[in-house]
């Protein structure tokens, strides 16, 4: 205001300042001469007006932007500061800011009107060393850190420690697995236990094989320690039918006890045999007619009954037996020939007959049985 109020003086004193060219030639200016210069005068305070107010306006303008320019080497201080890595400095240093204002603020502002002077500000006081710096520029510095400033990274303090720990974590896991692994215990995986008759299978199966070595003792002995435990009816009977085929029908004997035989039609039928070997056919026969078993149990058991029978003069039962076994199998020849002899024996000429005949014509015959079967039949035909 102090500039346009000496443009107005100014203007003042030319205006009330006397016409030398007037007073000299001795002639008053003309009315239309005078308009003319208070146009003038007119238009000169219109343009110092407005070159003031473009003053106020450049002045305000220009204090932001020497604030932001400022504020640009304080946010580059402080952002170097922060990616330096030290920890202990974290706030924007204010003297540099100060200074650069103040110098910013101290170079004259050139008006832009014209050649004529502009009257500088009054200086700016300088602030404390201690005070905050502006609001505006204390937000665009914290703006232009935060954009310029790296994303936080883990402190390397933080990481290699972990790093130990995990390292120093897995020597002791792997130290631990085998131990661990040692005192687990392992699964227990359920047995089966096998029952007495699997036993004496196994068992069975066993003797065999050493009999058929010629480990006879050895077979019996196992045979003994299984027959103290349980009945043992497989393995008496695969021992005891071999000691029948190597003609020791004693031996055989002491493993068929009555005890044990009474149960087991295959036993009953090794006693008979082992008792007829020592010619005890009646003892024999007795053991063979107890609890005799059906033919489509035991077929030998009924063929070695009917044999004996036949040779103890007991022709009708042995008939009856062979029928019995005739009447499930006829196409045996041997037993066509067994009743056959019974029916002779017995008196029964033609039934004998047919008996012999119906061998004659079935295959599966010795040639000794089939010669004794075609001189029976001439011989009966012919008498």
């Not at 604030?67 to 706030?91: D, F």
């Not at 699964?187 to 299978?201: G, L, M, S």
């Not at 005891?240 to 003609?247: H, K, P």
Request: net charge negative; charged share 20%; hydrophobic share 40%.
């Amino acid at each position: 205001m102090s500039l346009l109020n000496d443009a107005l003086r100014a203007a003042e004193q030319r205006q009330n300042r006397p016409e030398v060219a007037v007073a000299y030639a001795g002639h008053s200016q003309p009315a239309g001469h005078r308009r003319y210069g208070l146009w003038v005068l007119v238009l000169l305070a219109a343009v110092l007006i407005g070159a003031s107010v473009f003053w106020f306006m450049t002045r305000d303008s220009g204090e932001a932007m020497s604030t932001q320019v400022n504020t640009r080497p304080a946010s580059e201080t402080v952002s170097e500061s922060n990616a330096s890595g030290n920890a202990g400095s974290g706030n924007t240093p204010v003297d540099s800011q100060s200074a650069d204002v103040r110098q910013v603020v101290a170079e004259p502002v050139a008006s832009p009107v014209g050649n004529e002077p502009v009257s500088e500000p009054p200086p700016v006081p300088e602030p404390d060393a201690a005070a905050p710096p502006e609001p505006k520029a204390q937000e665009v510095t914290q703006k232009v850190t935060k954009l310029r400033e790296p994303e936080p990274r883990p402190e390397p303090v933080i990481v290699e420690a972990a790093e130990q720990e995990t390292a120093a974590s897995k020597p002791v896991v792997a130290e631990n697995k085998p131990a661990q692994e040692a005192e687990a215990p392992t699964p227990t995986v359920k047995q089966v236990r096998e029952t007495p008759e699997a036993i004496d299978r196994r068992v069975s199966r066993d003797l065999s094989s050493l009999l058929r070595s010629g480990e006879t003792r050895e077979a019996e002995q196992r045979l003994q320690e299984l027959a103290a435990t349980q009945a043992a009816i497989a393995s008496r009977e695969v021992f005891a039918r071999q000691m029948l085929v190597q003609g020791m029908p004693d031996r055989a004997l002491a493993w068929l006890p009555v005890s044990v035989t009474d149960s087991d039609a295959g036993l009953r039928l090794l006693r008979a045999r082992a008792l007829h070997a020592k010619g005890g056919l009646s003892e024999a026969l007795a053991t063979l007619e107890n609890n005799v078993p059906a033919v489509n149990q035991n077929a030998e058991y009924r063929v070695t009954l009917a044999t004996l029978l036949q040779q103890a003069g007991r022709n009708t039962d042995a008939a009856r037996h062979w029928s019995a076994l005739i009447a499930q199998d006829d196409s045996r020849a041997a037993w066509w020939v067994g009743l056959a002899i019974a029916l002779e024996t017995g008196g029964e000429i033609n039934s004998a007959v047919r008996a012999y005949s119906q061998a004659a014509q079935l295959p599966g015959l010795s040639p000794s049985l089939a010669d004794y079967v075609r001189e029976r039949l001439k011989a009966l035909q012919a008498g």
